[in-house]
């Protein structure tokens, strides 16, 4: 079955950085766009980034380009989101998607909590 399993959250003070993974199984990795979101408490889940399945030109929303860098190794199945520069308006629930064809899924998330 697909199995998402994220891990790398923590706390972290402002301004520090996080590398948050993804390590994919059950489906074929190297043909899904894999994507991150996050849920912050009272808020909707969230896009942070997204990445091909050839890993071309990922896309970021605009507020958090620059600070937010999504990478996979389709070899290894993995999608990794490497964080810098963390406020604690990041804090929230990470989440790993995979979708490809008409499904979805999601991992458990991994707590990401940004203060001093």
């Known amino acids: 079955q697909v199995q998402l399993v994220e891990s790398g959250g923590g706390l972290v003070q402002p301004g520090g950085s996080l590398r948050l993974s993804c390590i994919a199984s059950?489906?074929?990795?190297?043909?899904?766009?894999m994507s991150w979101y996050r849920e912050a408490p009272g808020q909707e889940r969230e896009l942070v980034a997204q990445?091909?399945?050839?890993?071309?030109?990922?896309y970021y929303p605009h507020s958090l380009e620059g600070r937010f860098t999504i990478s996979r190794d389709n070899g290894k199945a993995t999608v990794n989101l490497q964080m810098n520069s963390l406020k604690p308006e990041d804090t929230a629930v990470y989440y790993c998607?995979?979708?490809?064809?008409?499904?979805?899924?999601w991992g458990q998330g991994t707590q990401v909590t940004v203060s001093s």
């Open positions: 998607n995979a979708a490809f064809g008409i499904s979805s899924y």
């Open positions: 059950g489906f074929t990795f190297s043909s899904s766009l």
């Open positions: 990445i091909t399945p050839s890993g071309v030109s990922p």
